[in-house]
């Protein structure tokens, strides 16, 4: 399988919101809701954000959400922050004839002004 | 609090077998659960190679499979990986995790190690 689809760069001002979309196809993004963001600080591993397309683990700030639409998956974080700045990366579960897998999106970085 | 520790060479020559294991503290590796590997070239993204359950399901990354085992030890709650006749594109922190069934979400994450192939 195929990686997905991520814009390699997002910016924002502190406050506003911004959208990190994930394109796949319908064997992963739009066959299962099964997809996860991740977050990553330089130097660190990285961090379960969003799992299942639109659940938040405990701990996480409710200025995180996700949605998908077809083969989009979104992560939206509002009310930017200083802090949010870092690697987003998305995932989903992929099932195709030849194999069972978990892909990876490219990676966006996010760059708070 | 489930943590996961890297361990293994940092340094592996070109043809040569990589090595690692991942200490697991506060879960059983028995658990319902897989355990798995992703790694991250240095400045890229993040690629998995592979998940494992205690009962014996695998599930590899085509582009690995041919060179790739896992293995969990019970008696020591242990997960190690051997990636063999590996290049430099194996260059990367590896990263030992949790994943929950249908691949749902990867979590906890140990802090990862970095392995370099070069001669």
């Known amino acids: 399988q195929s990686a997905l689809t991520q814009p390699a760069s997002v910016s924002g001002s502190p406050g506003q919101s911004i959208t990190i979309s994930c394109t796949g196809t319908s064997s992963d993004v739009g066959g299962y809701n099964y997809v996860s963001w991740y977050q990553q600080h330089p130097g660190e591993a990285p961090k379960l954000m969003i799992y299942d397309v639109d659940n938040r683990p405990s701990g996480v700030s409710n200025r995180f959400s996700g949605s998908k639409s077809g083969n989009t998956a979104s992560l939206t974080i509002s009310g930017l922050q200083a802090e949010d700045e870092a690697d987003y990366y998305c995932s989903s579960y992929a099932s195709s004839y030849s194999s069972t897998t978990l892909v990876f999106g490219g990676g966006t970085k996010l760059t708070v002004l | 609090q489930v943590q996961l520790q890297e361990s293994g060479p940092g340094l592996v020559k070109p043809s040569e077998t990589l090595s690692l294991t991942c200490t697991i503290s506060?879960?059983?590796?028995?658990?319902?659960?897989?355990w798995g590997w992703i790694r991250q070239p240095p400045g890229k993204g993040l690629e998995w190679i592979g998940s494992i359950l205690y009962s014996g399901a695998t599930y590899y990354n085509p582009s690995l499979k041919s060179r790739l085992t896992m293995s969990l030890d019970a008696s020591k709650n242990q997960l190690s990986l051997k990636l063999n006749s590996v290049t430099a594109t194996d260059t990367a922190m590896y990263y030992c995790?949790?994943?929950?069934?249908?691949?749902?979400?990867?979590?906890?994450w140990g802090q990862g190690t970095l392995v370099t192939v070069s001669s």
């Open positions: 506060g879960s059983s590796i028995s658990s319902n659960y897989y």
């Open positions: 995790a949790r994943i929950q069934h249908w691949f749902r979400w990867v979590d906890p």
